[in-house]
Each structure stands twice: as C-alpha cells, then as structure tokens.
Nanobody, 122 residues
Framework: QVQLVESGGGLVQPGGSLRLSCAAS????????MGWYRQAPGKQRELVAA???????NYADSVKGRFTISRDNAKNTVYLQMTGLKPEDTAVFYC????????????????WGQGTQVTVSS
C-alpha cells in the first residue's frame, strides 16, 4: 500500500507564492510519473505539472513561467513552487504518482493524494 501526504496549501494574496509538497511512502519499487493536478469548483480536474516517465516535465499553458515542479528521488517527494499566483489558480491541488510495487513490478499503479486547498484572494 502506498500513501501520499501533501502539504503547503493555504490562503495567499494575488501575486504571492506557495510551495506544495507531496511525499510518497510504502511499497514502492519505482516511480514512473509524479505530478500535480487541480480541480476548481464546478470544473474538471486538470493537469498542472508533471514529470513524465522519461524525466521531462509538462506544464499547463496557464501556469508556464509561474509554476515549477521539482522532485527529490531519494525522498520520493515532489514539489510545486507556485509564484505570481492569480485568483483563477484557486483550487484543490492533488498529487498523483504512478508507481510499480515490489509485489508486482510489471504493473503500474495509480495513487492520489488527499488534496490541499489553495486559495488566492485579497
């Protein structure tokens, strides 16, 4: 079983910054993909930023130049540094990890964090 623990959300004024963290723990043989999604009220969950299985990064167009994703492989942790926050960034942010377990390394599992609220408001 794998657990994802997120932290770092909160209330911030427009133009401000926040840093989200997501630590994965449990029976993890390897991690293929780590990333962040968000879901605003009344909207579908959308990709914000992610590391692909090849190690490159993908960003939503709306956050390019403002958000930066990074990871610490030794700690199985992914971060999202958010700067220049706008009211439209307000959403619940979810960490997503696709991993292989020691119990079956041929299968890719999908895990989600519990979500952390980010509110951008003056």
């Amino acid at each position: 079983q794998v657990q994802l623990v997120e932290s770092g959300g909160g209330l911030v004024q427009p133009g401000g910054s926040l840093r989200l963290s997501c630590a994965a723990s449990g029976s993890i043989f390897s991690i293929d993909v780590m990333g962040w999604y968000r879901q605003a009220p009344g909207k579908q969950r959308e990709l914000v930023a992610a590391f692909t299985s090849g190690g490159s990064t993908n960003y939503a167009d709306s956050v390019k130049g403002r958000f930066t994703i990074s990871r610490d492989n030794a700690k199985n942790t992914v971060y999202l540094q958010m700067t220049g926050l706008k009211p439209e960034d307000t959403a619940v942010f979810y960490c997503n990890v696709r991993f292989r377990s020691y119990s079956d390394v041929t299968r890719v599992y999908d895990a989600w964090g519990q979500g952390t609220q980010v509110t951008v408001s003056s």
